[in-house]
């Protein structure tokens, strides 16, 4: 009696293979359980994955080049170029992100594909979402109208998103890694600290802007008096002159109180009524305090993995 042997047909799995495909996009340095079976092909794909990206990010630096005049338009047609391929590849990878994003724990089963949707509120997918964004600036290397290579320039700046997203490679080594999960692990409280400092910062700026702006007319009704011969004191320089250094927009308020609150001080602004000066005083103290808040955490975290890091390799 003969008896029919039938090979067996490898059954697709998918959630094996967007596990797979995770650690390749994501740049996992630990290579889950259940996909250790294919550790070799992974590491392989995960290194080309990881060079790709990588040079597709330093190739972004030349953008910030600017070229002579002789040669500019050659060099503006071949940035064009770079930049294009360099929007398809983060396109590329925005979405191979987006569909492996719920498969980065082992809680697939409990997670639907919208889940997926959160990517994009996500730091990482604000950053790549960013680095595409800045692929735009390559219509003003194309364009001769003034205004639009204004807007691109706007553009270009978010190349800088490019470097950061470098960096989530460099996870794959283990400094980077322990500061990547450091961040991770701290994520709310330093949320927290950092939104106590912005409402901070828009509560100073606010007094600060309204304190300046009361002084100054006040100083301005003064001049006036005291100069009551002088008919069109708008165009006046003196008279112009008093509102140097002042704040005079919310935009200029929040800069001087940001950089006050971290101790710096670059002194294009500087106070001028007695209640601002003393506002000053106040946030100057209260950032030697506050900026110690976050950079204390990150330090006494990072320390603390470092050693379970090096305790790891000792029992290993």
Same mark, same amino acid.
């Given at each position: 009696m003969k008896q029919n042997f039938k090979l067996k047909k490898p059954v697709w799995n998918?959630?094996?293979?967007?596990?797979k495909l995770m650690v390749i996009i994501w740049s996992k340095r630990v290579i889950p359980t259940e996909v250790k079976s294919h550790s070799r092909t992974?590491?392989?794909?995960?290194?080309?994955?990881?060079i790709l990206i990588s040079s597709v990010c330093l190739v972004s630096?030349?953008?910030?080049?600017?070229?002579?005049?002789?040669?500019r338009p050659t060099w503006n047609k071949i940035l064009a170029v770079m930049q294009i391929m360099t929007f398809f590849v983060f396109v590329a990878d925005y979405c191979l992100h987006l569909i492996t994003f719920r498969?980065?724990?082992?809680?697939?089963?409990?997670?639907?594909?919208?889940?997926?949707?959160?990517?994009i509120i996500s730091l990482k997918?604000?950053?790549i +979402? @960013?680095?595409? @964004?800045s692929s735009i600036s390559v219509v003003g290397l194309l364009s001769n109208n003034q205004g639009i290579i204004e807007v691109s320039r706007y553009f270009k700046s978010l190349n800088i998103f490019r470097f950061f997203r470098l960096f989530?490679? +460099?996870?794959?080594f283990s400094p980077f890694a322990i500061i990547i999960d450091v961040f991770q692990k701290q994520r709310k409280i330093l949320f927290m600290v950092f939104l106590m400092i912005a409402l901070m910062i828009v509560l100073f700026a606010i007094l600060i802007l309204n304190n300046e702006r009361t002084y100054l007319a006040e100083i301005q009704s003064e001049w006036i008096k005291n100069n009551p011969t002088i008919i069109d004191y708008l165009n006046n320089a003196d008279y112009k002159a008093l509102s140097n250094n002042y704040v005079m927009t919310f935009a200029d308020s929040l800069y001087f109180t940001t950089i006050t609150l971290t101790t710096i001080g670059y002194g294009d602004f500087s106070p001028h009524a007695p209640t601002t000066r003393a506002i000053v005083t106040v946030i100057a103290l209260l950032g030697i305090a506050v900026i110690a808040i976050p950079?204390?955490?990150?330090?006494?975290?990072?320390?603390?993995?470092?050693q379970k890091h090096l305790q790891k390799g000792k029992n290993a």
């Open positions: 998918a959630n094996l293979t967007m596990r992974i590491k392989i794909w995960r290194a080309f994955y990881a630096a030349f953008s910030l080049i600017s070229a002579p005049e002789a040669i498969y980065r724990d082992t809680a697939v089963k409990r997670k639907s594909f919208w889940y997926n949707l959160m990517f997918g604000i950053i +979402l @960013l680095s595409i @964004l989530f490679i +460099l996870t794959l950079s204390g955490i990150v330090a006494s975290a990072f320390l603390a993995d470092i």
